[in-house]
């Protein structure tokens, strides 16, 4: 490194962000008075044009050759001041950032503490970046190719995205067809198109699309590589089917004597024990379902065998594993329905004609359990239906956040029910009306005059325990009215649970799979809330969808057309730029015990037996440190984390 | 040519580091060809007041072996220090604090309870604990004073050079004497072994990549011959020890305990060795995992058996 070092301190007031709580003044003294510092200012916006040139300009007048930034996370910034630092002309690695808002500002309430916190932040980021050195990034090439995980609404619009852009799409679905939750549905809001219409074109887009390589009953089973270059392990289940030999004809669906309960009809028909979920799947192949096939449990039957005049019932069928290279991942897998009888009082699974909205969906839904028909569990047609709102959302209980979807899905019922069933009275349990997209507003409206009754209320309880003979044989939704300050009874044929959007049980362990966070929600976590919503801390994977909170058909489809963006922009570019800091061995200390060898994620660490040391692929070397912390010789140095910066860094914490 | 003067000096040590330069055998003729030893309390009968009447820097050289646990050796150190032109912390004692650093995980009162009260052969009815100054009608006793923590050589005064070792290997004893004698002695701060890198570097054991499925104590198994102590289980750290021993040890069958300290540039020698034993542990799952490194005897005195007093962390925080 050329002569002497001269580092400029910057402290940031992020308006009042910073400055209300830290006294940034104080924070530019002390750091002023340490050694090698140059200069040392605060300023109201350091991210902003004016920010970013003062330190263009000190690089320029002042000859500083080290540049530290005190503000917000470097998740937010860094590459802001990284950039700022190399158009003056510095290499960006000689840049160090201190977070005194995340970190500090905004946790800590004492000004005192909080200063003095700053204060420590700023010393460890002014004696680390006194031993920081030039770096080079690097770039990589990336596979033109996509993974997305998910074959809902989300999942399919992005593979069509990026195939229809003319790359390839790995699109792989858990569940023996692609359609996801949407498939389940009848209309949709607030247009009331009807959702196989609109959808089931998409579906089949996808089946016969050349650039689709679609892959159902099957699961991600492992993830490596990084961002242009994934591996992906993916598990293709034995569906007891050869996909390459039926036709689809659904005989064998036919004879199958076996019957057990459809999931995709939410528990209110049977499906076969060989079936596809509904008439439209994609792909049109029957699977088998084991655990109620008679041959798989007792080893008699074949009746789909013996009428599969193709020969396409393969009993033997073994699992597939297939691998792929993706240079980008899209994780696209959805929600689950809360399961309402966790609360109790409102008495599903007890009451037969208390249901959970996506039952109701099915039961409205022209190929659905009654054809369309909504009834009551003995067939008879209900004149009455209270709808009750945010079952599992709002509420301290189970989840706090707002579900988005059920106000909207709820006036939709009313509307469905007011169509199919003359004179019928509806209720809306609601706590506030939210119909916040374009035309929800004017749905309600629309509702408001189709003499929907709305209660603004909690339903506290379901009950059959009549006070009155009106209330005889009913079910009676008991409620307060907060509007007339009134506990009110409503007896009622049918109530609907509008149920909350609720992470997938397995969430933990996809977010495990895929290296992505969770919020203390459950969902997946966006990289950034406002400004990267579909992205994750993991360099090329993406979150879309229901997946990453609740939100209704154009938000995700929205959102999952912005992924695709992303990714089909890493694809034009060509190349990635990945991470400079890479570990490196110096061959004077390593004694070749081969410790590290074996730890490499990505392989990346080869041993030369001519010279007896081990030796780090920098190509494929993505800084993750594993072998760096192994070493026992530290013969082996993480750039950018070197020992030496480390202890300046604790050091400067402690001073 | 003048010749060199030396001198040789034990504070907390075991006396091991004497007999170690003593077997450099023969050489001891050169030794003494070139230099003059001028005080060596083990073989010479010379008076603290013979140092203290030394002019300063009339020392050439001073072989300081042992750990600073009392007033008397922090005085005797400073005191070398000052009289000498070259201060080397000879073996691992002086040079990290060694077995008597062990002591660190205790104070003065938890190690005097324990030595002077409890320990089942004391017979101390009246639980008389050393004084630093006692009165006895023939006038004042002083002993000196016992401290919290041992310190190493270098937390002491300012040390030129290290010889490694407990003890030292005759070679590498002789290797610093030989430059010290021919005057080229390496850049200061320089610890004196003839090899940088870690003792694998030194041992023909046959390696592989490691995995390590369970943890042996020397006497639990008989090792396979030829192959590294590490990967059949036993704690072998020669991976995260500055080699230059020749590896003596591990081709005995014993697994390297660490004596030579940590491998040029590493900061704290457990800590490296335990990062990179968690590395190898051949399990995903939790309570395997648990059940593995179980096995390990004594943790600090397993990984900082020579080191504690120079680790990052010095010894257990007593409250």
């Known amino acids: 490194m050329e002569g002497e070092v001269k580092i400029g301190v910057y402290i940031c007031n992020c308006g009042t962000n910073i400055a209300g709580t830290v006294d940034v003044k104080e924070v530019a003294k002390l750091a002023g008075g340490l050694p090698s510092v140059v200069i040392a200012k605060d300023y109201m916006y350091m991210c902003s044009d004016p920010g970013q040139n003062m330190i263009k300009e000190d690089i320029k007048q002042l000859g500083l050759n080290r540049i530290v930034v005190a503000s917000c996370s470097p998740m937010l910034h860094e590459h802001t001041f990284r950039q700022a630092v190399q158009d003056a002309g510095l290499n960006p690695y000689l840049f160090e950032m201190a977070n005194i808002r995340e970190h500090c500002s905004w946790i800590t309430e004492d000004p005192k503490l909080a200063t003095e916190k700053a204060k420590a932040l700023v010393s460890a980021a002014v004696r680390r970046v006194y031993y920081q050195e030039p770096l080079e990034v690097r770039e990589v090439p990336v596979t033109p190719s996509i993974l997305v ?46 959702a196989s219409c609109i959808f089931t074109p998409l579906l089949s887009t996808v089946g016969q699309h050349p650039n689709i390589e679609l892959m159902t009953y099957s699961e991600v089973e492992e993830i490596s590589g990084y961002i242009g270059n994934f591996q992906a392990k993916i598990r293709k289940k034995a569906r007891y089917v050869d996909e390459d030999k039926c036709n689809g004809c659904l005989v064998c669906v036919e004879k199958c004597p076996w019957k057990a309960v459809s999931e995709f009809d939410e528990g ?25 096939c008679v041959y798989f449990l007792k080893g008699t039957c074949r009746a789909c065998e013996r009428f599969c005049d193709l020969k396409a019932i393969d009993f033997e069928q073994p699992d597939k594993e297939v691998e792929v290279a993706v240079g980008a991942i899209i994780v696209a897998t959805g929600y689950d329905a809360f399961d309402p009888s966790a609360i109790t009082n409102y008495g599903y699974g007890r009451y037969d004609n208390v249901f959970t909205a996506l039952q109701f969906e099915r039961m409205c839904n022209a ?83 189709e003499e929907v009754k709305f209660i603004r209320g909690k339903a506290s309880e379901v009950t059959d325990r009549a006070r009155t003979e009106e209330e005889q044989g009913k079910l009676v939704v008991v409620a307060e ?42 969902f997946f976590l966006e990289r950034h809330p406002k400004l990267d919503p579909v992205a994750t801390t993991t360099d090329g994977i993406f979150i879309v969808g229901c997946a990453q909170g609740p939100k209704d058909i154009p938000d995700t489809v929205a959102q999952a057309s912005a992924a695709a963006a992303r990714v089909l922009a890493m694809i034009s570019q060509g190349k990635v730029e990945i991470e400079a800091a890479t570990a490196v061995i110096d061959e004077e200390l390593c004694s070749g015990c081969k410790i590290c060898n074996l730890l490499c994620p990505y392989s990346a660490i080869t041993f030369d037996e001519e010279k007896k040391v081990s030796r780090v692929n920098e190509v494929l070397c993505k800084a993750c440190g594993v072998c760096v912390a192994a070493c026992p010789s530290a013969a082996i140095t993480g750039k950018h984390f070197t020992t030496e910066q480390i202890m300046a860094e604790i050091e400067g914490v402690l001073a | 040519m003048a010749k060199l003067k030396v001198a040789l000096y034990w504070a907390a040590s075991c006396g091991g580091c004497e007999i170690a330069q003593l077997a450099i055998g023969d050489k001891l003729l050169k030794l003494a060809e070139a230099a003059d030893i001028v005080f060596w309390p083990v073989a010479i009968d010379a008076k603290y007041k013979d140092v203290e009447a030394m002019p300063d820097k009339s020392i050439d050289a001073c072989l300081f072996n042992g750990a600073i646990r009392n007033s008397e050796q922090e005085h005797m150190a400073k005191m070398l220090r000052e009289k000498s032109k070259i201060m080397i912390a000879y073996g691992s004692c002086a040079y990290e604090g060694c077995i008597p650093g062990l002591a660190n ?140 021993c020749g590896a003596p040890c591990p081709q005995a069958n014993m697994p390297c305990t660490g004596c030579y300290g940590p491998v040029e540039g590493v900061i704290d020698q457990g800590a490296h060795f335990l990062s990179a034993l968690a590395s190898v542990i051949d399990s995903n799952d939790p309570e395997e995992i648990q059940r593995i490194i179980d096995d390990i005897p004594d943790p600090v005195g397993s990984f900082y058996r020579y080191s504690l007093p120079d680790s990052l962390l010095r010894g257990a925080i007593i409250r």
Not at chain 1, 155 to 182: D, F, T
Not at chain 1, 276 to 281: D, E, I, K, V, Y
């Open chain 1, 149 to 194: 995980v998910g074959g809902g609404i989300a999942g399919i619009q992005a593979a069509l995205e990026v195939a229809n852009a003319g790359h390839k799409a790995y699109l792989v679905e858990r569940e023996s067809s692609i359609g996801g939750h949407m498939a389940q549905f009848d209309k949709t809001f607030p247009t009331l198109d009807c």
């Open chain 1, 367 to 449: 190929s659905g359990p009654t054809g369309g028909k909504i009834v009551l569990k003995d067939g008879s047609e209900p004149k009455n239906i209270a709808i009750i709102h945010c079952v599992g959302s709002r509420d301290k209980n189970y989840h706090e956040y707002c579900s988005r979807v059920c106000c909207m899905y709820s006036l939709k019922y009313s509307h469905l029910i007011k169509e199919k069933i003359e004179n019928a009275e509806v209720y809306q349990f609601y706590i506030d009306m939210r119909c916040f997209g374009k035309g929800y507003e004017e749905f309600y409206e629309r509702l408001s005059n």
């Open chain 2, 105 to 244: 995980l205790f104070n003065r009162q938890m190690i005097f309870e324990r030595v002077y009260i409890e320990t089942q052969s004391t017979d101390n009815k009246n639980n008389i604990l050393p004084q630093t100054s006692c009165q006895v009608p023939e006038g004042e006793l002083t002993l000196p004073e016992f401290y919290d923590t041992v310190k190493t050589l270098r937390q002491t005064v300012d040390v030129d050079y290290v010889i490694p070792g407990c003890p030292p290997e005759e070679k590498t004893t002789w290797l610093a004497l030989e430059a010290l004698i021919e005057g080229k002695l390496p850049p200061k701060g320089t610890v004196i072994s003839h090899n940088a890198k870690a003792v694998c570097d030194d041992c023909p054991l046959k390696r592989d990549v490691k995995k390590i499925k369970k943890i042996y104590r020397n006497f639990n198994i008989i090792p396979e011959p030829e192959i590294c102590l590490l990967e059949q289980g036993l704690l072998c750290q020669g991976i995260a020890t500055r080699g230059g």
């Open chain 1, 481 to 522: 009215d907060s509007l007339m300050s009134a506990l009110i009874r409503v007896p009622v044929d049918m109530v609907i649970l509008s149920t909350a959007l609720e992470a997938r049980s397995d969430a933990a362990a996809v977010a495990r799979l895929f290296n992505i966070s969770r919020s203390a929600d459950g």
């Open chain 1, 268 to 292: 209110l028909s049977q499906r076969k024990a060989i079936y596809t979920p509904f008439a439209q799947a994609v792909p049109n192949v029957p699977v088998i379902d084991t655990e109620h």
